[in-house]
């Protein structure tokens, strides 16, 4: 059958392509791709191409299809899989398969199976690995951002803290201590307040920092001081770009006692500084975001490792029990993706948002597959709306879940828009 997809052929070249796609073996699936949220990630992997670690050297003659934060349905199931996969049914996936000890990855490493594409393969180790996942939902976007989520959930996982004098590494972070998300408002960032906020293990104290005021705001609009407090947690959103000693300003939210997890969202060198400075004893710093430079660097105070006990660590991604976690969380209304998305497209635009997504402002941009449109940010529906009456109704549409992406405007968007 035909499929079209954005495949990668060497560094920024990438290729909106259509082809072929074989018959699927017995132990293979066909699925249909209907959303794909870009990651910085994917971004990357364009811009290095045969260099970076999970794409192969051969995509000249053999090009992948990139993106790894998708979700659809089942469209044929081979035989192996017929007892565990329905025809029909809804799938999100975990793409880091880790599959004997390989680095090879749906979005990244594979010729028939991707985010960006119409209609993709899944080939037999993402099932013997466990990586296919049932999604029991009314919509598909919550199926794509249940990976990045998963990153997040698996950041707070690795945290970890120690009593002096033992051997032995307590995981997680420090239940109802003191934590601070540090450049914190960016889609990532949301993510992680949503998830701390409701899962079973909690901070009482919780400051998020940013220097921008509209990010701050929107932050605290979708994700209320009022509700973290539902949970005993006191929430507290932050300009440091304003102070002049972001130190102390830090500090006195614990009347100097240091906070007992920071994580640090941005690969700024004075971010991780001021994150290592306000450690309390014991403190776990976690330092989330990737750089794109390989010798990104910064001061570390290692009096404060040998005497206080302070610790740094590194997450850059979830395992498949972080997925399960996320999409259980997700089905009981305590995580919601919807914060993450700012713009939608079709896979018409996937190329240039992709080798562009460092400069589009905003969070998440997700892809729909199967349709053609311009990438929109969720803000600009109502003035589209004054000339296409597609976006006046994404508008109100929208404007019921306070201007956040929902079911009702996915199911409407699939609807109305052109096919591509």
Known sequence: MKAKALRLYGKEDLRLDEYELPEIKDDEILARVVSDSICMSSYKAAMQGEDHKR????IKEHPVIIGHEFCGDLVKVGAKWAHEFKEGEK??????????GSLAAPGYSYEYIGGDATYIIIPNEVMEMGCLLHFDSDNFFGGSLTEPLSCVAGTFHAMYHATRGKYEHDMGIVEGGKMAILAGVGPMGLAAIDYITHCDRCP???????????????AAQVLPPEEAAKKGIKLVYANTGKVEDAHKFMMDFTDGEGFNDVLVFAPVAPVVELADSILAQDGCLN????????????PFNFYNVHYAGTHVVGTSGGNTDDMKECLSMIGQGKLDPAILVTHIGGLNVARETTLNLPKVPGGKK????HISLPLTAIADFEEKGKEDPMFAELAKIVAKTNGLWNAEAEKYLLEHAPAI
């Open 91 to 100: 799938f999100s996936i975990q793409p880091a398969l880790n599959y004997k």
């Open 366 to 369: 997700l892809i729909y597959t």
């Open 204 to 218: 009482s104290l919780l400051v998020v920092t940013d220097i921008d005021d509209a990010r701050l705001t929107r």
């Open 55 to 58: 794409v192969p050297e051969n």
């Open 287 to 298: 330092f989330f975001a990737g750089p794109s430079n390989p010798a990104f660097s910064a």
